[in-house]
């Protein structure tokens, strides 16, 4: 079992530094975007769960989520730590619950939703399709 070499009150100000916008893969998904030529809106706080990237006339939400904090199923990138791992289980549960619900109050707004998980910006190629499969053709 691995130990953690951060004092409890480092690993707590290295947690406090997470934020929940423009995170890296945030960044890289929508220099993406910009390059495939779509335009969009960030963080509608208008929209339930604020969907980090919003096309509001075509009734579309991207979410990118880290693999850790909503727990990707099966990825690498999702184990949960050994250290307060009672904490974490609840934790990233209540988030995934949490993603579930606003996903469905999203849809009842009619629009779709697409997930772009952390790891899948190791393959920018597929990313790339997909997105292009879930908006459809650039309208200018």
Not at 35 to 50: N, S
Request: net charge positive; with cysteine; hydrophobic share 35%.
């Amino acid at each position: 079992m691995p130990v953690d070499t951060l004092t409890i009150e480092r690993r707590s100000w290295l947690m406090s530094r997470v934020t929940g916008k423009n995170t890296k893969p945030e960044l890289v998904v929508r220099r993406l975007l910009h390059a495939l030529g779509y335009r969009f809106r960030l963080h509608a706080k208008d929209l339930p769960g604020r969907p980090d990237i919003v096309f509001r006339k075509r009734h579309k939400a991207i979410f990118i989520h880290g693999c850790f904090w909503h727990g990707h199923g099966g990825c690498r990138k999702a184990k949960v730590p050994a250290t307060r791992s009672e904490f974490w289980i609840h934790k990233i549960e209540t988030n995934k619950s949490r993603d579930t619900r606003k996903e469905d109050e999203l849809r009842a707004l009619g629009y779709d939703i697409m997930t772009i998980w952390e790891c899948d910006l190791k393959d920018l190629a597929t990313v790339s399709t997909r997105i292009i499969s879930f908006l459809g053709p650039i309208r200018h």
